[in-house]
Nanobody, 125 residues
Framework: QVQLVESGGGLVQPGGSLRLSCAASGFTLDYYVIGWFRQAPGKEREGVSCISSSDGSTYYADSVKGRFTISRDNAKNTVTLQMNSLKPEDTAVYYC??????????????????WGQGTQVTVSS
């Protein structure tokens, strides 16, 4: 059974850091494009960051560039999202997702077929 499980969410003060992990079971992540998406109440799901399976190229939403870093650990079959300098507007449920590789890394949620259950990130003082 293919499954993605997120962990690492929680409550953090503005300016703080969190490290989200996406672990896979039933398949190996290194073949797939992996994305992190988030959805805040009343808002559409948005692509935060994605990482390709071929050359390790990455995508970051403008709102998180310079603050978030996505990386793979193929030995552990995980993808992590290091989030620094967190802001209240980063508050959302964060999901990881997987899709087969494409010619172009686009980080569009509609193209991802396998999803985790999500982990809550709350940035508040």
């Amino acid at each position: 059974q293919v499954q993605l499980v997120e962990s690492g969410g929680g409550l953090v003060q503005p300016g703080g850091s969190l490290r989200l992990s996406c672990a896979a079971s039933g398949f190996t992540l290194d073949y797939y494009v992996i994305g992190w998406f988030r959805q805040a109440p009343g808002k559409e799901r948005e692509g935060v960051s994605c990482i390709s399976s071929s050359d390790g190229s990455t995508y970051y939403a403008d709102s998180v560039k310079g603050r978030f870093t996505i990386s793979r650990d193929n030995a552990k079959n995980t993808v992590t999202l290091q989030m620094n300098s967190l802001k209240p507007e980063d508050t959302a449920v964060y999901y990881c997702a997987a899709e087969p590789p494409r010619a172009t890394l686009r980080c569009l949620s509609r193209e991802f077929g396998s999803w985790g259950q999500g982990t809550q990130v709350t940035v508040s003082s």
